[in-house]
């Protein structure tokens, strides 16, 4: 081969190499210019997070075919929900009285009671909004459904299960000992579930005044040189035994 055919095949070897490496560098910029997905993270409060949002506090009062009003317990209820709604309600409580049912009669009538107890506990009647439905399922004893919004800490949902939680490949968190999708989310449920003011996600409460008859009795006694303890007469009472005396 003639030194000339030498250099025209190196060169033609290298425009080959040069367009070879341009297509890769090419491929390789649109396979990492796609969406790029996020690790999950390994911290169960990160993975699953404690929102505060506007949920809705409800009770629902059965009513029979043949009776107008509440029993006891329901006018305790009622009565428990205008309280709570004094202290956490966002908006007005809304009453859906069911209609065209058997009991259409008696609910309305209990509807007047329900509406007077909530005023009785302090609810304005402004507050109180009057809606009527008709169910869905005729069958099912229609009820009068009381509800309000409020704010309220949620987590979740719970329960998805993406990986195997077993040895296996599909599983790469196994042998790093990670925590799997659903670690920690029925705790973070519950928790959200039992806080009272979900404000106390976000901040301190403000310190209010000291009981000031109560705190003035404590110096007294102080003064005075007496026993600042408390005592309670009926705490024997529940004893069993009086061993350790």
Known sequence: MSGSSRRDGQQTLRRIGGVIGLALTLGACNATSGEVVATIPDDYRIRHPIAIEEG?????VFVGNNRGGLTYQQRTDVAGLGRNWQREGTGAI?????????????????????????????????AITLRHYTPD???????????YPKIAAVAGPCGLWPDDLGPN?????????????????ATQRNLAAMIDNPADLEQPRSEIAAYTPRRSAMFEKYRKGDPTAVTYPEADKAKLSDTGK
Do not use: K, M, W
């Open 169 to 185: 490949i599909n599983n790469p968190g196994y042998s790093s000992n990670q925590h799997y999708q659903n670690f920690g989310c």
């Open 94 to 126: 809304v009453a859906e009285v069911p209609v065209e049912t058997p009991n259409a009669r008696a609910a309305a009538d209990s509807y007047r009671e329900i509406h007077a107890t909530l005023t009785a506990s302090g609810v304005p009647s402004r």
């Open 137 to 147: 399922d005729p069958r099912q004893l229609a009820a009068v459904r009381l509800s």
């Open 56 to 60: 809705r506090q409800s009770i629902v």
